[in-house]
């Protein structure tokens, strides 16, 4: 069975310049996470979804961060315009139900120059 | 708010060695889940062993171990027969029952000698 898959890997891009993430959860996983983390640091979730529905985006910075989960399958995070801080890794998560265990993607390394 | 505390940024033991890590964590309920993960350079965080706050018994899963103390609200980790794939970053992390937000601590990152 696949596990968690994210794309790209890397990305290094100017700052202002717009970003985009991408996920694809482990097949018939029901809620998937985005989470920031910076270096040295464990990861922050940024938002969860409930197949197609945001039920928690209280830490994504809405200013300049957008997600959606269209179909309640694949997500895609996007930054628009990236800053300098956010420079980091940006990982994906996926559970069978809300309350279950998290299988993580290998993240993306996101470097703003 | 809960908190997961790891105090020990790094750790280092020879192979085939016995290393435990520590972590603490602060929370008022009494159903919730606790878990070590395992992020190796590869970036992908590997869960290593998980444990209910119901159970009294202290999970296990193969060379790794965790010890359960719930009244101190502590959950160590110890790896038995250290190998060098053990090397990697190692995280604590707590969920509240009926909550679906995962908090992890800093990380230890954990090096295993030849």
């Known amino acids: 069975e696949a596990g968690v898959v994210q794309s790209p890997r890397y990305k290094i891009i100017e700052k202002k310049q717009p970003v985009a993430f991408w996920c694809n959860p482990i097949s018939g996983h029901n809620t998937l996470y985005w989470y920031l983390q910076n270096l040295g640091q464990g990861p922050e979730l940024l938002i969860r979804?409930?197949?197609?529905?945001?039920?928690?985006d209280s830490q994504l910075p809405k200013d300049r961060f957008s997600a959606e989960r269209l179909k309640g399958v694949d997500s895609t995070l996007k930054i628009q315009p990236a800053e300098l801080g956010d420079s980091a890794v940006y990982l994906c998560?996926?559970?069978?139900?809300?309350?279950?265990?998290?299988?993580f993607g290998a993240g993306t390394r996101l470097s703003v120059l | 708010a809960q908190t997961v505390t790891q105090s020990q940024p790094e750790m280092s033991v020879q192979e085939a060695e016995t290393v435990t890590l520590s972590c603490t964590y602060d929370?008022?309920?009494?159903?919730?889940?606790l878990f070590w993960y395992k992020q190796p350079p590869s970036r992908q965080m590997i869960l290593v062993i998980r444990q209910e706050a119901y159970k009294q018994q202290n999970a296990t899963e193969n060379r790794f171990s965790v010890n359960f103390q719930k009244a101190a609200k502590s959950f160590s980790l110890k790896i038995s027969d250290s190998q060098l794939g053990d090397t990697a970053m190692y995280f604590c992390a707590f969920i509240q029952g009926g909550s679906e937000k995962l908090v992890f601590g800093k990380g230890t990152k954990l090096t295993v000698n030849p």
């Open positions: 998560a996926s559970s069978l139900t809300s309350a279950g265990i998290q299988y």
């Open positions: 929370t008022s309920e009494n159903n919730y889940y």
């Open positions: 979804y409930e197949n197609e529905e945001a039920v928690d």
